[in-house]
């Protein structure tokens, strides 16, 4: 199987682990380091990290828009993790993200960059790309954020463009106005990855009750997706279909970093997606993905028998009855 990741908004993350760090203040770090990432990028290195293992033959590609100026982490990540580089060199430098990790308080704090400007020109280009690209692939993965110059219905048109009876699985992560885009847009991907606060600020109302998550994730079900996958964060995550809903509880594990946590998750559940798996077993294998990937810096997998082990530990519990029949 193949799958074309795509992230329009790349960053190098740079990611330092400070104990007890505080604002306004001198801070000691223990380790850093820079890693090539952005969403989308960080679902194809967990692929990579999955087929690695042995447990899948996938192909991978990779595209998006990246500054010509520091290129090259990602291209030594494309050529270590055997991942097809179809980004195209823009003027300018890629972001930098800024990860700060407490392992004290298991908690991490974000700083993105806008990223580089892309022209209406370059947009009409990587759209052109995508669409040669994306019948040659199993799956396309649509991640991240919008760089200055993107529409915000950039998803939402490809979506339009590429879904159809014999395209790809479309599968969707992102937030803000882009994912209000996609959400209104006339045809929905398949497989949709939102987490709660993404979700309750694009459909412009909270979901504090299992019994309203479900019903907003069946708003969607009607309009088109196949698979909503709904993440809650440490309480774990909601998968739901047109033939029922489980909810993943992962295990406890010491959390060294949380950037990549939800693109490990859309890794799992696009990979189980296209091996048939059922959908119980994707969110138990996508958790798994998760969890894993939070006890380490950077986006990867750990060993193989961590992982497989830390599968076993996923609880997965099927929809109350309570809170209604689907």
């Given at each position: ?41 960080n679902v194809a290195a ?18 998006g828009?990246?500054?010509?100026g ?18 195209m ?12 990790v407490d392992?004290?308080?298991?908690s991490?704090t974000d700083?993105?960059l ?13 759209t052109?790309?995508?669409?040669r ?12 954020s ?7 219905d950039f998803y ?9 009876p014999?395209?790809?699985l479309?599968?969707?992560?992102t937030?803000?106005?882009a ?12 497989l ?17 009750s299992?019994a309203e998550?479900?019903?907003a ?10 698979w909503v ?10 998968l739901?279909w047109?033939g ?13 970093s949380?950037?990549?946590a ?28 998760s969890?894993g990937n939070?006890?380490?810096l950077?986006?990867?997998l750990?060993?193989?028998a961590?992982?497989l082990a830390?599968?076993?530990q996923?609880?997965?519990q ?9």
């Open positions: 199987m193949r799958v074309l990741t795509v992230t329009p908004n790349p960053a190098l993350d740079l990611t330092v682990q400070a104990p007890g760090w505080q604002p306004s203040a001198v801070n000691v770090v223990d380790r850093a380091q820079t890693d090539a990432g952005g969403k989308g990028v967990v692929l990579a990290d999955w087929a690695a293992h042995g447990e899948s033959t996938i192909e991978l590609s990779a595209a828009w990246l500054g010509q520091n290129a090259s982490p990602f291209e030594e990540l494309f050529r270590e993790r055997g991942i097809q580089d179809h980004f060199r823009v003027p300018g430098e890629t972001r930098l993200g800024l990860k700060i392992p004290l308080s298991q991490t700083f993105n806008p990223g580089v400007q892309v022209t209406p020109e370059q947009v009409a280009a990587l052109a790309n995508l669409r690209l994306a019948p040659q692939h199993s799956a396309v993965v649509l991640s991240g919008l760089p200055p110059g993107v529409p915000s939402a048109e490809l979506i339009q463009a590429l879904r159809t014999a395209g790809p479309l599968a969707v992560d937030s803000g106005a994912l209000t885009a996609v959400l209104n847009a006339p045809q929905l991907p398949q949709l990855k939102p987490n709660i606060h993404e979700l309750e600020a694009a459909l412009g109302r909270e979901l504090p299992d998550r479900l019903a994730t069946h708003e969607l079900l009607n309009r088109g997706a196949e996958a709904l993440s809650l964060g440490e309480e774990g995550a909601w739901v047109n029922g809903a489980v909810l993943a509880r992962p295990p406890q594990v010491a959390v060294v949380t950037v990549g939800g693109d490990a998750m859309v890794a799992g559940l696009v990979s189980a997606r296209l091996e048939g798996l059922s959908p119980a077993d994707a969110l138990r294998r996508a958790t798994a993905f969890a939070v006890t380490r950077g986006a990867g750990p060993p193989h961590d992982l830390l599968q076993q996923v609880q997965i099927p929809q109350l009855r309570e809170q209604g029949e689907l």
